[in-house]
């Protein structure tokens, strides 16, 4: 549940971030928010076979207008550019005449044509916008020398730049909700380890029957910070219990509580007091004065006994995730 929560939150926060940040078109093209990228070639006039190898040489294609929106940017586009001669569109009927194509092959669908353009005339096959402020559409000769406009989609780089840009605002907004995402999604233990969330924990079985000071130089042995397991709650009581249950094990697992520095006082190898216990009924006992040390008793339903520490039996470790 905690995870589907983070998982929620983070997706409408991306949203709104990655909504609100138009994508950045690289190489001098403008986003006109079509999903496409626009540029001017105005660095000097080419005839429109010339345009076309330009902006194909650039990966796109010379500009395809489909809709009164994008005609819309993109003669404020050729108003912000300041050129003071006609522009070469995408269309040419070159192949049929009247029955005009975009670059693509495409039908010319949405138009603007002056009136009582176009003429179709054989020698006027290309499709150009007038520069008498209005931009309308003409038929005019290819060989012409015009400036251009080129449109390409928004490549995936751009689109990935943005997203990386809105995931680290994001990050940046949400740090905690980030962090905790970390630590649920990796894998913040060593191999062979298992880990609990809610306490930032790693445990791990050690099936060996040791004393129980021997586990608990085992456990130590294993990592900084490694010791016999320390329990917080029930429900890391019934995590451990579910690891010990896929041993062979069949009398019980030492734990790190115990009794040895002073009778019926159970602490923690840390030294805190045992403050949740989930002891057998009528445990803890000292059955014949030497019992010290606790352990999950298998025949008692995974229970906690309190033992003689001269007991061999296997073992639980735990340490902290974050080290």
């Not at 950045?24 to 496409?36: D, I, L, Q, R």
């Not at 194909?56 to 993109?74: C, K, T």
Request: aromatic share 14%; hydrophobic share 35%.
């Amino acid at each position: 549940m905690k995870l589907v929560l983070i998982f929620t939150l983070l997706f409408f926060g991306f949203t709104l971030s990655a909504t609100n940040e138009q994508v950045t078109c690289s190489g001098g093209y403008v986003n006109g928010n079509t999903g496409h990228c626009y540029k001017v070639l105005k660095d000097t006039k080419r005839t429109w076979n010339e345009a076309k190898s330009e902006c194909e040489a650039q990966g796109a294609e010379l500009a395809s207008i489909q809709s009164s929106q994008e005609w819309q940017f993109v003669k404020e586009l050729f108003k912000q550019s300041g050129l003071d001669d006609h522009i070469f569109l995408g269309g040419t009927d070159a192949q049929q005449e009247a029955k005009w194509l975009w670059t693509d092959g495409s039908p010319v669908t949405f138009s603007d044509w002056s009136p009582g353009k176009p003429v179709n005339g054989t020698n006027w096959n290309c499709m150009v916008a007038w520069s008498d402020g209005s931009f309308r559409w003409v038929d005019g000769t290819c060989s012409n020398t015009y400036f251009a406009v080129c449109k390409k989609p928004e490549s995936l780089l751009d689109k990935l730049r943005v997203i990386s840009s809105a995931i680290e605002d994001l990050k940046e907004q949400n740090q905690d909700l980030f962090d905790e995402l970390k630590k649920l999604t990796e894998k913040p233990c060593l191999e062979g380890w298992s880990y609990y969330s809610p306490t930032d924990s790693c445990f791990k079985i050690l099936t060996a029957r040791f004393y129980w000071d021997e586990a608990k130089v085992a456990c130590a042995s294993l990592a900084q910070g490694s010791s016999l397991a320390k329990i917080s709650t029930a429900e890391e009581n019934y995590f451990v219990i579910d690891l010990m249950t896929k041993g062979n094990e069949n009398f019980g697992f030492w734990m790190g509580a115990n009794d040895i520095s002073n009778e019926g006082s159970y602490v923690w190898l840390d030294g805190s007091k045992v403050s949740f216990a989930d002891w057998n009924s009528g445990e803890p006992n000292n059955w014949r004065g030497n019992e010290d040390c606790g352990h999950w008793k298998i025949p008692a339903g995974w229970k906690w006994n309190d033992a003689s520490c001269k007991y061999r039996m296997s073992s639980v470790c735990q340490m902290s995730a974050s080290g």
